[in-house]
């Protein structure tokens, strides 16, 4: 059974998250699979109750869950999870922010310096004008 402890102790959602985005780009530049960067409300072992960040795909309407390697509706994912704040990347956005920031995430002010985030916003909206994301 699926449980938020499992993911937790796996402990590297966001590497093999954006690794998954990144692989479906690689193979289709039209891909719409999105990386999600989001907080997570433990539901067993040590994490009962506890708020963490948690890195995830959603290919449509199904997450894919690269932790846990499963995939569910996104509904039924965010009320399991009880999953909030969510940010939402696209493949190529993903790939500036981990090239930018040197690392998989999460991508907020308290992990990458401000200066660096502003650097990436601009590449991103540089790249949207140029019709590349």
């Given amino acids: 059974m699926m449980n938020w402890f499992n993911i937790l102790k796996a402990g590297s959602c966001y590497r093999t998250a954006y690794t998954y985005v990144s692989n479906e780009y690689v193979k289709d530049r039209k891909t719409k699979v999105l990386l ?18 948690h890195a995830f795909v959603l290919d449509g309407d199904t997450v894919i869950d690269t932790e846990a390697n499963i995939k569910m509706p996104y509904e039924k994912y965010v009320d399991l999870g009880n999953v909030t704040d969510e940010i939402i990347y696209t493949a190529l956005e993903a790939m500036q922010y981990a090239l930018g920031s ?16 502003e650097e990436i916003k601009l590449d991103i909206e540089w790249t949207k004008e140029q019709g590349g994301v």
């Fill in 36 to 53: 999600i960067h989001a907080n997570v409300v433990g539901d067993g072992g040590n994490v009962i109750g506890h708020q963490y960040g």
């Fill in 102 to 117: 040197k690392h998989y995430g999460p991508w907020t002010s308290e992990f990458v310096p401000a200066d660096v985030l």
